[in-house]
């Protein structure tokens, strides 16, 4: 409908354009101490920063990629090409009108600031490496709620930040999160004081203008007691030639009674490898619930996880992934209970259009000695052409009595008679299928936000239009 | 010409023929009920001219009012005033009645034009009504779980909206108890009128007590054996397909 507003602009038919790069800051191509000490340099990191970067640096020269299990494909990135920080040199200004002309036309052509208007409590951009831009309603911020980029949470906030800082993913925790622990910059970090509920969502939007480049934000959020937050991210890029890398860290702290929901819409061009590891504490009775939704890149890896901690913490990962053509969504979600009568519930919906592959990755681990756990998933996978793949990987590992799971999966096929009727009446052979695949994530859209169910609808129709002749 | 011209149409499908020479006219204004045994081919010239792509078409040819049916997709066909509701219609999982007609309806618009949602709403609730449907069946997903009466009426409330120039029925009477019957056959003729063709597919002779035809041919084997005025539909139920065939100018074979 007309009146609505979508969430996070992240039609990649408007993404795909770049300006010419004016970086004053660039690391150069390739990886090695001193890209790491570079990087330090620029952004002025204290001592204990320097030292984590160097750690994560040589976990990750020393963790092979993961290629006993996941895609080979991980082995077209060539390290040595990308570029690892790329900035104006600027600082995130508080005013749009104070950004670089180029970023803010760009920021604008995504239609950032409108929304920022519209209907959210806080908006952080940034552009390559660096916030170019980070703003909090002055009503929010008054409530004692922090909204910065990473870089000036570290310094400005030390004694929270550290506290909770590679907590929730150590830098050993995969190879790609060393890495991001080497190069993290940018990404948010955000502070909920106890009992301050935010009730517009805080966005970010992560935008990658320049080519051979490596995006790596690091974001903690952290909801001290009875507090709740959303926070949603976008991302686009523009389509080049070369690989893109985008490999973030996401830790998220739900203290005591505390609610956080993260929502994510990635639409990446399909040069971008999008490696990105995702995890949540909940403490007792904390939620954490991610919604995330795959559109795009050439490999997707991504599994959201939540460890519930405290007695009655509750995780929840809601995702849809879609693979088309030439695209490996491989995506999923891990829950780790990890005190009594916590609950945990992962719905997963995937769509292979072409060649596109899906593959689920499930873990659900309740060690024996818990009791009245529960744990509900359900993957589905809806597949559009012949061939169209998808797999499922489903780890439960639930000991001990009076736990409860409860797993479902199913694999559907539009099929051509499907396809015909709805032609019948009058839609092309795109719309029909956009319409089915909108009819197979429907139940799941209906828990999402407004703004972002909108939103995602129509990235799906953008989606089916391009891949049928 | 306002009509439908089906003329010497062949139609095969892995190799074999099944509609072998067929012609039939269905001018606008006109309901015209096509009858015959299980297997002669009614349900393969139906999605011929809806254009179902398993099917080919290897003689003959097919106009919508002096168009030529079978060179377009089967949406453009649709959106040009064709409609077929299916002997057997298909599930969509997850897409409500109500947002299926929605997107059909807009399909039928210019470019950047938007289908008035209050408009729509009292145009389905109407026609809901029309067929004696209860309002909350639009909430439902298209044909899912539905029961074999209530997949016939849905269609025939697509028919109601979308209003085509031509609408092929195919056994839209099958599996509908009595009362249904009277129903739908009630909805069927108030879209009667000078803008719309029927071409009735039906077993039954039941049927045409209700939705009167202005003319009824029989098939047999993919041909049309005979043609006559509504009387003939009684005769044949009386002496059969064997009374029909035998009947036929040239003999049709399988
Ligand atoms: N896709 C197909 N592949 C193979 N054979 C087919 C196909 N479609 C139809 N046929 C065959 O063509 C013949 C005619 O079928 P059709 O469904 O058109 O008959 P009908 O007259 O509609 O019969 P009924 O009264 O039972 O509905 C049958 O022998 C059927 O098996
Ligand atoms: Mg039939």
Same mark, same amino acid.
């Given at each position: 409908m007309k009146t609505e507003t979508s969430a996070v602009n992240i039609d990649r038919s408007k993404g795909d354009f770049f300006y010419p790069e004016a970086h004053v800051r660039d690391a150069g191509a390739g990886l090695s101490e001193r890209t790491v000490r570079y990087i330090s340099d620029v952004k002025e990191d204290p001592d204990w920063v320097r030292e984590f970067r160097l750690r994560g640096l040589k976990t990750f020269l020393e963790k092979p990629l993961p290629t006993h299990w996941a895609s080979k494909d991980l082995e077209a990135i060539d390290f040595d090409k990308i570029r690892y920080y790329l900035s104006p040199g600027t600082e995130a200004k508080r005013s749009w009108d104070e950004v670089p002309d180029d970023i803010k036309r760009t920021f604008e052509r995504l239609g950032i600031p409108e929304q920022e208007r519209k209907f959210l409590a806080g908006v952080e951009a940034q552009f390559d490496s660096e916030a170019v831009y980070s703003n909090i309603k002055k009503a929010v911020g008054e409530q004692g709620v922090i909204f910065v980029g990473s870089t000036e949470g570290l310094k400005n906030y030390p004694e929270i930040f550290r506290k909770w800082f #590679?907590?929730? !993913?150590? !830098?050993?925790?995969n190879k790609f999160s060393a890495l991001n622990s080497a190069v993290f910059s940018g990404g948010s970090f955000i502070y909920v004081p106890p009992g301050v509920k935010v009730k517009h969502p805080l966005q970010a939007y992560f935008r990658i203008n320049a080519e051979n480049f490596g995006q790596f934000e690091r974001t903690l959020i952290i909801a001290d007691e009875g507090s709740e937050v959303t926070y949603m991210e976008g991302c686009t890029a523009p389509k080049f030639n070369t690989p893109t890398l985008h490999s973030a860290v996401v830790e998220l702290v739900a203290l005591k009674g505390a609610k956080i929901q993260y929502i994510t819409v990635q639409n990446w061009a399909s040069n971008v490898f999008n490696l990105v590891t995702k995890r949540g504490l909940a403490q007792e009775n904390a939620e954490v619930k991610w919604i995330d939704c795959n559109i795009g890149s050439r490999l997707t890896m991504k599994y959201p996880s939540v460890i519930m901690k405290g007695r009655k913490a509750r995780g929840e990962v809601l995702s849809i992934a879609l693979a088309n053509d #030439? &695209?490996? &969504?491989?995506t999923g979600a891990k829950m780790i209970h990890a005190a009594d009568e916590t609950t945990s519930n992962i719905i997963s919906k995937s769509i292979s259009i072409g060649k596109g592959r899906a593959t689920y990755r499930g873990l659900v681990h309740v060690p024996k000695h818990l009791k009245h756990c529960k744990n509900n998933t359900e993957c589905d996978a809806l597949l559009i052409n012949a061939t169209s793949r998808t797999d499922t990987y489903p780890a439960i590992t639930v000991r001990g009595t009076g736990n409860a799971v409860q797993h479902e999966a199913s694999v559907s096929q539009v099929s051509a008679e499907q396809i015909f009727y709805m032609q019948q009446r009058g839609l092309s052979e795109a719309q029909a299928m956009s319409l089915s695949v909108n009819g197979f994530v429907n139940d799941l859209v209906r828990q999402f936000p407004m703004e972002y169910s909108v939103e995602l609808k129509r990235l799906i129709e953008l989606e089916m239009e391009g891949s049928v002749g | 010409m306002k009509e439908l011209n089906i003329e010497n149409l062949r139609i095969a499908v892995d190799g074999q023929e099944i509609v072998r020479g067929l012609t039939l006219r269905v001018p606008r204004g006109e309901v015209h009920a096509l009858m015959g045994p299980n297997g002669s081919g009614k349900s393969t010239l139906a999605k011929v001219l809806a254009g179902h792509p398993d099917y080919h078409v290897t003689a003959g040819k097919v106009l919508m009012d002096g168009e030529n049916l079978l060179e377009l997709e089967p949406d453009e066909r649709a959106r040009r005033g064709l409609f077929m509701a299916f002997q057997y219609p298909s599930e969509i999982p997850g897409v409500t009645i109500a947002n299926f007609l929605r997107a059909a309806m807009q399909s039928r618009l210019p470019e950047g034009e938007e289908l008035e949602a209050t408009d729509y709403y009292a145009k389905l609730y109407e026609k809901i009504e029309l067929l004696g449907m209860d309002r909350s069946f639009t909430s439902r997903a298209v044909n899912e779980g539905f029961s074999g009466g209530e997949k016939k009426r849905t269609e025939i409330l697509q028919l109601a909206m979308l209003e085509p120039k031509y609408a092929v029925l195919d056994e839209t009477d099958s599996g509908l108890d009595i009362d249904a019957l009277k129903t739908v056959a009630h909805g069927v003729n108030s879209l009667r009128g000078p803008d719309l063709g029927i071409l009735l597919i039906t077993h039954y002779q039941r049927l045409l007590n209700y939705i009167i035809p202005d003319h009824v041919h029989v098939m047999v084997a993919g041909r049309i054996v005979r043609s006559g005025r509504k009387e003939l539909a009684l005769e044949l139920e009386e002496r059969g397909y064997d009374w029909a065939r035998d009947g036929a100018i040239e003999p049709a074979f399988r």
């Open positions: #590679g907590k929730v !993913i150590p !830098i050993a925790d #030439g &695209q490996h &969504q491989d | -």
